[in-house]
């Protein structure tokens, strides 16, 4: 059984509930260890058509002091409660985001890559429907280039949904996994990762979006076992039914490929924790 969560969102970006309605309803469902990885500050160019920049810069001080709150009141209580942030990895934005990520001290940072430039590859179903499939293609390709970028700066500790591009288009991107060339991008994206002492995230979020599947696939997921990459688990949660949610289907899931445990970063350790 899984009892922990590192990526639960808050009503200090885009979602519903408040820190302790997440937090509370993660210990409904047996959590000894809950992370909150809201997420980060962004500049301007990199835009959702329904943004929530303005909301979150205005409110995320308050996101920090509630987590920290949370985490002193729960600790006798032998509860641990961690303060993460989920940051959008952007390619041409190095300075910034070591910047964001230096404001505060973390206990872990989640790698999300959502952007391809300044354009949001999970926001637009027909920006995805417009393009032809090589061109679907090459924009599997540059994600995965990214990714392998993104872990070669060594700032992060997990790589979040790591197949998150295949949202609208799932049966392009098994077919364009089919391809040799494919798995050898992914492989060394993923290897990247793994050296920079990261994690890669198995996500039950998939399942409640359009592709209507785990993150990662299964053959990214038998991959990243191949490479020995070691595993984090996440609703990446957004209201208070979804944390922990689907995590049983996970606990199999990743049990098929021979994984036992996942892990914890906490300001630079590393907790190992079975499931």
Known sequence: MIHVDLHTH????????????????????????????????????????????????????????????????QAPKGVTVLLGMEVDWLEDEIPYIRKVTAAHEYDYLIAGIHFLGTWPTDAVPADWEAFPQEERYSRYERYYRTMKRMAETRIFNIVAHPDLIKIFTVDDFHAWL??????????????????????????????????????????????????????????????????????????????????????????????????
């Open 10 to 73: 808050t009503n200090h970006s885009h979602a519903r509930d408040s820190v302790r309605q997440m937090f509370e309803a993660g210990q409904a469902k047996g959590f000894t260890i809950h992370g909150f990885s809201e997420h980060s500050p962004r500049p301007l160019g990199y835009d959702y058509p329904h943004e929530y920049r303005e909301h979150l810069d205005a409110t995320f001080e308050d996101y920090i002091r509630e987590v920290e709150e949370l985490k002193k009141e």
């Open 178 to 275: 089919e391809r040799p060339e494919s798995m050898a991008l992914v492989a060394e994206a993923l290897t990247a990762v793994r050296d920079a002492g990261m994690a890669m995230e198995i996500s039950s979020a998939g399942l409640r979006r359009p592709c209507r599947e785990i993150y990662p696939g299964p053959k990214i997921l038998h991959l990243a076992r191949e490479l020995g990459l070691p595993i984090t688990f996440a609703s990446d949660s957004h209201a208070t039914e979804q944390v922990g949610w689907g995590f049983e289907e996970l606990a199999r899931y990743a049990a098929s490929e021979g994984w036992k445990e996942s892990v914890v970063f906490c300001r630079g350790t590393v907790q190992r924790v079975p499931f």
